[in-house]
């Protein structure tokens, strides 16, 4: 056996730009499940602000929800339903919609909502907005309904109404899941009454959003960004030098220029983000700027959002995260997602700082 005596001393990065993942249809489904930062979360790691009666009145209201998913399902499963094709319609809303601002532990809350639920992983279904929609993109309207309607439970994470195709799409989806006897359980900044606004001409499309509004009972869930609760002010960006080293030296990190980063990913289907982060263990970026345009932002939120469920470290030079987004950017109609994106970022930044030899 021969035996190098070569030391090895740094890690060869990997780039996310060189990456072009491709995702088979049936992997998106199978990875409908909390993202790995919740795999362990259950409703008794969830720890109510005693300040705030509402988080302690979700946890119970939640539990509830989930003990009684655990029989038959509501398409009548159990008993069959003589003289009827189709199944009845419920008479209330089917789903819970947790309502608050960002980082009082919503996905938190949904997670283990999924977890409680009594039924096996592949009757439960969990994704993003954004992942349901790709969903759809990729297997087409009538397969995910098909796929879906046998679930006991969707829980949709970050939910929002971008444009109004998004709008019909999602409310004749819920519509058809819900007559399948689905239970729907969704996170989001937005009442769903108010879903849309700011975006579009939301009043065009008003029936749609108070049919979807009619599937969710509200469940809103006050206090402040647990991220930022006692924690110290986002860390400063490192010079490229530090971060180019950092990534040297840590094995499984990728390192990259920001322009570049945002101009690949304008060529990666947004339903891929995640499998663009397979195995990367630290995202190193230099020469971080501020995002040129909307379509960008929108992007980059979704790369955020899925480094942030993985719980990817991110050292970056250049400007810090809170300056990424314009003032014309955080006043208009996408400024949640900005501000969930500039959140869950400075928490990653906060991460990567022991990737640093000072």
Known sequence: MVVSTTPITEAVPLSLCAREPRVPADRLVAEMVPPPRFDSVRFETYVPDPNQPSQTEAVAVLSSFAAGLGGAHATGSGRRRWFSKKPAAPTAPRGVYLDGGYGVGKTHLLASLWHATPAEPALKAFGTFVELTNLVGALGFQQTVQTLSGHRLLCIDEFELDDPGDTVLVSTLLGRLVEAGVALAATSNTLPGKLGEG?????????????????????????????HRGLPEAPAPFSDEQVTRAAHATEGASLDQFPQLLEHLARVHPSRYGALTDGVRAVCLTDVRPVPDQSTALRLVVLADRLYDREVPVLASGLPFDRLFSEEMLKGGYRKKYFRAISRLTALARDAKGLVDE
């Open 199 to 227: 975006r579009f001409a939301a009043v065009d499309f008003l029936r749609e959003i108070q049919g979807l509004s009619a599937h969710f009972r509200p469940l809103r869930i006050d206090g402040e960004d647990y991220r």
